[in-house]
């Protein structure tokens, strides 16, 4: 079995401490209450999908759910004939893939490595969803070590000593980022902003840093401008639910109001992940909308008084403009510079050889 891309990694970042299946079930870690550690069981692939639109798991979180959901849609039909299964597949693809909207096309690349390691153990006469399992272990561990060039890149611009803003949950980057700067000696101080109205930078990201070493502050939405001029950050990053090719980014609501705000004070904003394929601008982007009570309350608290509205777009769109550079696997590219990423050969950060 080949070495897994998560050692070294924090509790969260583990493979089986995001989702995993086994014997007929997805647990997936309630990412809605960590660090406290509670794990959702999902009994269908069409819990799993609602798992993923409720919000149990986020940031990256929501694509090895999706693989592991595969499992069990595999599991769920493993008595029907080989064309049956294939059948089954390809509807539970669909509905694990549409869990949520704006990360369709990525999810679609997941499901359909999975539809082909299924078509693969039949023809080989395998169990199919143990082979989906280990496909998603397999996946992971390829998109782990794109990030770990990600995360590597991305320290080599700080200073020892450096200041970083961050926003949301950039999970699997910012571990392997946080783990090439220790292994660079580098003594980092971690500005969280707190995300809401779930919390991810909060109770995810913070947690995260702390869990592995650094300095770990946490403030409020409404800080990024005067903690970035007052502390002197050095960098603001985040990931991306999706990048374009023109260097448009897709991320957690508030990105782009901070990255207006650094452009200002002249602090670097580095996106990390690489482009999307089938992005080509924000005309291509679905930017989901939740349900606008949610904003009217603080982890179940409610703040607001009857009668008034909420609004929640899960994500916001930042032009190119605000964007220093995207940190990709293959390197750092300006944001009109990313068609040349898929022309250097790359696949991806969710795409791989099958």
Known sequence: MEPRADAGLAFALQYENVAWYESGAVRILDRRVYPQVRFVT???????????????????????????????????????????????????AHTLSHARPT?????????????????????????????????????????????ERMGAYLADLLPDGGKVLTQCYAE?????????????????????????????????????????GFDTTVITDNMPAYVMEREGIDLFTS??????????????????????????LGVPYYVTGAPDRGMRTRADVTIEMRDPEFTLQAMGVRTAARGVKGYYPAFDITPPSLVTG???????????????????GALGEFEMVI
């Open 42 to 92: 999902c009994r269908s692939h069409g819990e799993v999908a609602q798992a993923i639109a409720d919000m149990v798991t986020q940031s990256a979180g929501p694509f090895t759910a999706c693989a592991m959901g595969m499992a069990l849609a595999a599991w769920e039909c493993r008595d029907r004939s080989g064309t049956e299964q294939l059948t089954y597949l390809k509807q539970a």
């Open 103 to 147: 990360t369709v096309g990525r999810m679609e690349l997941i499901t359909g490595g999975c539809l082909a390691a299924a078509e693969r153990a039949l023809a080989e006469g395998r169990p199919v969803p143990e082979a989906i399992r280990d496909h998603t272990v397999h996946a992971n561990n390829v998109r782990y070590r794109k990030v």
């Open 172 to 212: 699997t980057v910012l571990g392997m980022f946080l783990k090439a700067a220790r292994a660079q000696n580098k003594r980092l101080k971690i500005f969280c902003a707190e995300t809401r109205p779930y919390f991810q930078g909060a109770r995810l990201t913070a947690t995260v840093c702390r869990d592995m």
């Open 239 to 264: 990931a991306a639910d999706a990048i374009c090719l023109d260097g448009t980014v897709v991320n957690k609501v508030g990105t782009f109001q901070i990255a207006i705000a650094a452009n200002y």
């Open 326 to 344: 995207v940190v990709t696997d293959q390197g750092i590219y300006r944001p009109a510079e990313l068609e040349k990423y898929f022309a250097s």
